[in-house]
């Protein structure tokens, strides 16, 4: 058993400023910290679990954080089960397959595209820890960067970037100068275990969906407003980055519909492709099941690129983590994401989780009106109370789990946040490995940002061939009692 030793008043200001104001807290003359009814509370620690309730799912949590090799799986008390290891630090996603393996692309250090979420190199790691598998996206011309998606025929989407030259970037109507371009791109792999190779078997451009009205040469030459399955080329945003032209920073799939979401941080929306075309098809504006080739099928979050609306009109800002609520789970079938920049237009610094009912039709078709998609709101939306305490400019996600709670991730203070249907916190935990290291208790938590985190059941069938041993906390000097 762990017991909390007395914590003196000044620790109070070591923590974390962006603890939800929904964490269940206790004032005592001995104690700072709450250990009844199933309910663990330590709201002075500054890493590790700091909120468990018996209303947390109960599972397994998977992280891997950004300035480490290794992947972490914890259960709801904060001590560490497994962990795997690998040579590289993540970029960025990770996901423990039914098989037993842990997919996790990593970091290989290109010198061709430095930027954040820059990957390379993609692995399975399985039980014992040993690489069964790896593929490289790695070049001159292209690299593989922060997600991927698991198909159920055991192929990997990956998304991509693609080096454009000035030249191309200008041919295509780029109109203001710029060395050269990355666009996107997403890679269907078909990996082959037995002989440690992979084929791409379907591909997917950005750079074959563009519209611009500046260059009238350009045989991509329209109207913008006309085209929303097109992308802008020339959308004015505001980028740190500009030679990252698009930055997609999420991917997933629906095998249900045979369609892919891609999330843009750069024009703040998502976009929803159809797969069922062959790699020609996917390059161009005809073929597949819905006639349309690889233009959108779905856009939403900023109508303003495809010059629908107005500033007003905007709901998504720098979002992350756009994924398919599974079809089972509450708000099955929509899709959530981390907003990350949601105060933007109030002039605020906050995020909110959000969910969209794309509102697909029965066809897996989507509906046009007046210029844009639905629907002009949110499903469902979380802030934090105080909505200043969850905020994160870059990276995070969030993901429905089954009973209905909502696990957040709050990428660049590295907290891990599970909310009920009504907005209340029911189990919180801070990522203590750090760039440095593995901090102690009572460490001032930084540079410890971590990408997503995901749950997986205790009862999970990819983790029936681990053996899952309690080590105890990850950091040091925590001490509470925890069942």
Same mark, same amino acid.
């Given at each position: 058993?762990?017991?909390?030793?007395?914590?003196?008043?000044?620790? *109070?200001? @070591?923590?974390? !400023? /962006?603890?939800?104001?929904? $964490?269940?807290?206790? %004032?005592?003359?001995? #104690?700072?910290?709450?250990?009844?009814?199933?309910?663990?509370?330590?709201?002075?620690?500054?890493?590790?679990?700091?909120?468990?309730?018996?209303?947390?799912?109960?599972?397994?949590?998977?992280? *891997?954080? @950004?300035?480490? !090799? /290794?992947?972490?799986?914890? $259960?709801?008390?904060? %001590?560490?089960?497994? #962990?795997?290891?690998?040579?590289?630090?993540?970029?960025?996603?990770?996901?423990?397959?039914?098989?037993?393996?842990?997919?996790?692309?990593?970091?290989?250090?290109?010198?061709?595209?430095?930027?954040?979420?820059?990957?390379?190199?993609?692995?399975?790691?399985?039980?014992?820890?040993?690489?069964?598998?790896?593929?490289?996206?790695?070049?001159?011309?292209?690299?593989?960067?922060?997600?991927?998606?698991?198909?159920?025929?055991?192929?990997?989407?990956?998304?991509?970037?693609?080096?454009?030259?000035?030249?191309?970037?200008?041919?295509?109507?780029?109109?203001?100068?710029?060395?050269?371009?990355?666009?996107?791109?997403?890679?269907?792999?078909?990996?082959?275990?037995?002989?440690?190779?992979?084929?791409?078997?379907?591909?997917?451009?950005?750079?074959?969906?563009?519209?611009?009205?500046?260059?009238?040469?350009?045989?991509?030459?329209?109207?913008?407003?006309?085209?929303?399955?097109?992308?802008?080329?020339?959308?004015?945003?505001?980028?740190?980055?500009?030679?990252?032209?698009?930055?997609?920073?999420?991917?997933?799939?629906?095998?249900?519909?045979?369609?892919?979401?891609?999330?843009?941080?750069?024009?703040?929306?998502?976009?929803?492709?159809?797969?069922?075309?062959?790699?020609?098809?996917?390059?161009?504006?005809?073929?597949?099941?819905?006639?349309?080739?690889?233009?959108?099928?779905?856009?939403?979050?900023?109508?303003?690129?495809?010059?629908?609306?107005?500033?007003?009109?905007?709901?998504?800002?720098?979002?992350?983590?756009?994924?398919?609520?599974?079809?089972?789970?509450?708000?099955?079938?929509?899709?959530?994401?981390?907003?990350?920049?949601?105060?933007?237009?109030?002039?605020?610094?906050?995020?909110?989780?959000?969910?969209?009912?794309?509102?697909?039709?029965?066809?897996?078709?989507?509906?046009?009106?007046?210029?844009?998609?639905?629907?002009?709101?949110?499903?469902?939306?979380?802030?934090?109370?105080?909505?200043?305490?969850?905020?994160?400019?870059?990276?995070?996600?969030?993901?429905?789990?089954?009973?209905?709670?909502?696990?957040?991730?709050?990428?660049?203070?590295?907290?891990?946040?599970?909310?009920?249907?009504?907005?209340?916190?029911?189990?919180?935990?801070?990522?203590?490995?750090?760039?440095?290291?593995?901090?102690?208790?009572?460490?001032?938590?930084?540079?410890?940002?971590?990408?997503?985190?995901?749950?997986?059941?205790?009862?999970?069938?990819?983790?029936?061939?681990?053996?899952?041993?309690?080590?105890?906390?990850?950091?040091?000097?925590?001490?509470?009692?925890?069942?």
């Amino acid at each position: 058993m762990k017991h909390i030793p007395f914590l003196f008043l000044f620790l *109070s200001t @070591l923590i974390l !400023t /962006n603890c939800s104001d929904d $964490d269940t807290t206790t %004032d005592t003359d001995t #104690t700072d910290d709450l250990t009844t009814a199933g309910t663990t509370s330590n709201s002075d620690y500054t890493v590790g679990l700091k909120l468990n309730t018996t209303e947390a799912e109960d599972a397994y949590t998977l992280f *891997s954080p @950004l300035r480490s !090799t /290794n992947t972490y799986l914890i $259960d709801n008390c904060g %001590d560490l089960m497994y #962990t795997w290891a690998s040579e590289y630090l993540p970029a960025h996603s990770f996901y423990l397959l039914e098989n037993g393996y842990l997919l996790r692309p990593g970091d290989v250090g290109s010198t061709n595209f430095v930027a954040g979420g820059q990957g390379g190199i993609i692995e399975l790691i399985d039980a014992d820890g040993n690489v069964v598998w790896d593929y490289e996206v790695a070049s001159t011309t292209e690299l593989q960067h922060h997600d991927l998606a698991y198909m159920d025929n055991g192929n990997i989407l990956v998304i991509a970037w693609e080096k454009k030259t000035a030249t191309e970037a200008a041919a295509a109507g780029r109109t203001d100068y710029i060395s050269e371009l990355w666009s996107e791109q997403i890679l269907e792999i078909q990996p082959d275990l037995d002989a440690g190779t992979g084929e791409v078997i379907w591909e997917w451009h950005a750079w074959d969906h563009i519209v611009q009205d500046e260059n009238e040469t350009a045989n991509n030459y329209g109207v913008v407003a006309d085209n929303p399955g097109l992308l802008n080329i020339n959308y004015d945003y505001e980028s740190d980055d500009e030679e990252d032209w698009l930055h997609f920073n999420a991917i997933d799939y629906n095998e249900t519909l045979d369609q892919i979401v891609v999330s843009s941080r750069s024009y703040s929306e998502f976009y929803i492709i159809d797969h069922s075309t062959t790699t020609a098809e996917a390059a161009a504006h005809e073929g597949g099941t819905h006639g349309q080739g690889g233009d959108f099928l779905y856009r939403w979050g900023n109508p303003q690129t495809y010059d629908q609306g107005s500033s007003s009109d905007q709901q998504l800002y720098n979002q992350h983590d756009a994924n398919w609520i599974n079809s089972d789970y509450v708000d099955g079938g929509m899709i959530m994401v981390f907003n990350n920049q949601a105060g933007s237009a109030s002039g605020s610094s906050y995020s909110t989780v959000n969910v969209i009912d794309t509102e697909v039709n029965a066809d897996g078709s989507y509906t046009l009106a007046d210029g844009t998609y639905g629907p002009s709101d949110f499903q469902w939306t979380y802030t934090d109370d105080t909505p200043s305490n969850m905020y994160s400019p870059y990276i995070s996600g969030a993901r429905r789990l089954e009973n209905g709670n909502t696990l957040i991730a709050v990428g660049a203070s590295g907290t891990f946040t599970e909310v009920n249907a009504s907005g209340e916190t029911v189990w919180e935990y801070v990522n203590p490995v750090s760039e440095s290291g593995i901090l102690d208790q009572y460490d001032v938590a930084s540079a410890n940002a971590v990408f997503r985190v995901s749950k997986y059941a205790t009862d999970y069938v990819g983790l029936a061939n681990y053996d899952l041993t309690n080590q105890g906390t990850i950091e040091s000097g925590s001490d509470y009692t925890c069942d």
